[in-house]
């Protein structure tokens, strides 16, 4: 079948020695920064874009790919041991993760998410081995007005599954579309809003924006609360990593259901990661005989959200690689990753560059494996490194910031720029926007222009070619029932609640 | 503490009918972006024929920007929501000043006077900071940074002073 044929293609590029190495220093670093609260996965992906430059491009998106679900990893770490989320998708697993290690159950608590995480790996580089073939077939069948639609549909997913206001989500998605037109207009060349700042000409790069709205806003953020950000450690320690045959019996299905909302969640534009650990931890505490045991160490409440993380940390590179859309923040800056080597996203992908899309496929089983074998043991030091005290890891990410971002074009203004985006978050923080749908937007798009406009240029100026082309029709349809979904009262509160949850 | 502006004080400068300050003055805000794309954004070529030309497209986000802009404005005033959060200045201010001064520096001084220099800078911005300890990281996080990269990953930069080179 060419679906072996082709996965074993891709593990015979990911077993080189080089692309070995790529992918345990991202599972490593993945897991660092997971580990460290305070940072999160997009400002490191946008911190370590440069580090990859000087790297042949597969190796460097094995690297990428690797420190997007190391992170996963790491963030469930801490999550358990000090009630400390290192990552917004481990949240949740704190709730239970926590208090099974207060029951002194640390070691089968890790153990199930990691075993959780590694199931979840397994199935997630399956799907997308199976989805991509037939997934790139009707991508072909795309016409710009079906492309259009489609990223319609995505910002609407992006603004349905975004915590908070629906007209919020929107206005920071739209204040994105305006970002992303700064700089030379595709068609005619004319410089658009640049105010002849010649650094702005190829527009505000999404790596300065992302390191800025993420990394810089997030450090300020942290800086208000101040002392509050002193960890108490409890010094745990951790006795037996087996789970008992029970916690194996209990955690199944929900590895098995956090698994496959998880996939399903990643697939989804706007999705991604946070919103799939929040989902798989409501519906266990739904499904479960006693809900009560939720938030007293039930192991189901750490297998759960683990699984579905990591699934969907996973499964968001499908519509990356298929469609060259990029579902996520992360998987944004990642086709940022692409362009840098020359690689345009898109259904061409897979077929020229099959060593890139199946080594990068295979790279993730492998980097899961690596994971469990390394993590496990190193969990007392990554532990240790929550020691260091915010007050010297901040400005150590500044430096590290504006190195990273200066070397990516050697230009001081992409710095100052990262910096009063740095501003710019810090206040979209402060009136609680979200920052993510703004990314999306800034990413998704120039894509959307060049769409539509090649879209109303064959239709010669007619907008009903959006209606009239059935397979436009129906993404926009569902679009607009998302839409309207996510405003009706009843699924509000609803949507609302499971936010709720993640934060108490 | 004491670089924290009082709530009160925010508050007082809106009038009584906004009951949401926060969502207001981030509404108005937004218009005030969108505006200011607009104007940006004036000068060039609209439709022309059924072609698009190099400002419809940010003419129509920004259009479509006010109009959220105003509705978010319109929720502060019908609805009652959260005050404006309070801001610090100490952590903004010395963080956007560390990041200026190292896009200022780094061409003319170099990769090591910079980032040490702007390491301190982003510690002032922390009231926790203990200066023996930042310095001792600040020299060793610089002497890790001009190994790591210039020399492992092979990005070109300056790194002393240009004075000193020449």
Redesign the interface.
């Known amino acids: 079948m060419e679906l072996f044929a082709n996965l074993a293609h891709g593990f015979a590029v990911a077993f080189s020695p080089m692309n070995l190495l790529m992918c345990l220093i991202g599972a490593l670093v993945g897991t660092l920064v997971g580990v460290l609260p305070g940072i999160g996965t997009i400002a490191t992906v946008a911190m370590l874009l440069?580090?990859t430059?000087?790297l042949p491009p597969v190796g460097a998106l094995i690297m990428l790919a690797g420190i997007y679900y190391g992170a996963q990893y790491g963030g469930s770490t801490t999550s358990i041991l000090v009630n400390i989320p290192g990552e917004a998708t481990s949240v949740v697993t704190a709730l239970d993760g926590f208090q099974m290690a207060k029951q002194g159950r640390a070691g089968p608590a890790l153990a199930i998410a990691a075993i959780g995480s590694f199931f979840a790996g397994c199935v997630a580089t399956v799907l997308i081995a199976v989805l991509g073939a037939p997934l790139t077939k009707l991508a072909l069948a795309f016409g710009p007005a079906e492309y259009f639609s489609l990223m319609v549909l995505g910002l609407i997913f992006a603004v349905v599954l975004a915590k908070g206001?629906v007209?919020?989500a929107?206005?920071m998605i739209?204040?994105g579309?305006?970002l992303s037109?700064v700089g030379s207009?595709i068609?005619?060349g004319?410089s658009?809003?640049a105010?002849n700042i010649p650094e702005l000409a190829d527009g505000l790069g999404f790596a300065t924006v992302a390191m800025g709205v993420f990394g810089?806003a997030e450090?300020?953020r942290n800086?208000?609360a101040?002392?509050e950000m002193n960890r108490d450690l409890v010094q745990q320690k951790i006795t037996g990593l087996m789970p008992t045959r029970k916690d194996i019996a209990d955690s199944t299905p929900a590895i098995l259901r956090g698994t496959v909302l998880g996939s399903i969640l990643g697939i989804l534009p706007g999705g991604g990661a946070v919103i799939a650990s929040f989902a798989a931890y409501t519906l266990e505490k739904k499904l479960a005989k006693n809900p009560s045991r939720f938030g007293r160490g039930a192991i189901e409440g750490v297998a759960a959200p683990e699984s579905a993380n990591n699934a969907a940390a996973q499964t968001s590179f499908i519509p990356l690689l298929t469609l060259g859309i990029p579902p996520n923040a992360v998987m944004a800056l990642m086709v940022g990753a692409m362009t840098i080597h020359g690689i345009v996203p898109g259904p061409q992908v897979m077929q020229k560059q099959p060593d890139l899309v199946w080594g990068m496929i295979a790279s993730m089983w492998i980097g899961n494996l690596m994971l469990i074998i390394i993590n496990l043991p190193l969990v007392g030091i990554w532990v240790r490194l929550l020691r260091v005290?915010?007050?010297?890891m901040?400005?150590?990410i500044?430096?590290?910031c504006?190195?990273g971002i200066?070397?990516v074009n050697?230009a001081?203004?992409d710095?100052?720029l990262?910096?009063v985006f740095?501003?710019v978050g810090?206040?979209l923080i402060?009136?609680?926007?979200e920052p993510a749908p703004l990314l999306l937007g800034m990413v998704l798009?120039p894509l959307m222009?060049e769409n539509?406009?090649r879209a109303?240029?064959i239709s010669?100026?007619?907008w009903s070619v959006f209606i009239s082309r059935p397979l436009s029709a129906v993404l926009l349809a569902i679009a607009g029932g998302l839409l309207l979904l996510a405003v009706l009262p009843a699924l509000r509160a609803k949507r609302d609640e499971v936010f709720v949850e993640s934060e108490s | 503490m004491s670089d924290t502006p009082s709530q009160a004080q925010v508050k007082s400068i809106l009038p009584k009918w906004v009951r949401g300050p926060q969502d207001f003055v981030g509404g108005i805000a937004l218009m005030a972006i969108a505006v200011f794309a607009l104007w940006a954004s004036s000068d060039l070529q609209g439709m022309h024929g059924f072609s698009f030309g190099a400002g419809t497209a940010p003419r129509m986000f920004a259009v479509l920007l006010l109009l959220l802009g105003a509705a978010i404005a319109l929720t502060g005033i019908l609805n009652e929501g959260p005050p404006i959060a309070a801001y610090s200045w100490r952590g903004p201010f010395f963080v956007a000043l560390s990041i200026l001064f190292f896009a200022l520096a780094i061409r003319p001084l170099g990769l090591v006077v910079s980032a040490f220099s702007s390491f301190l800078i982003a510690a002032l911005g922390s009231h926790e900071t203990k200066w023996l300890e930042a310095i001792i990281v600040g020299a060793c996080l610089t002497l890790g940074c001009a190994l790591l990269f210039p020399y492992v990953l092979g990005l070109p930069m300056p790194m002393f002073p240009r004075f000193l080179i020449q």
């Open positions: 440069p580090i430059f000087g206001s007209l919020k929107i206005a739209v204040f579309l305006l037109m207009d068609e005619t004319a658009r809003m105010f810089f450090i300020i800086l208000d101040g002392s005290p915010y007050r010297l901040f400005p150590s500044v430096i590290f504006s190195i200066y070397s050697n001081p203004v710095v100052i990262a910096g740095g501003l810090y206040w402060k009136h609680d926007f798009g222009e539509l406009r109303l240029l010669r100026g007619d």
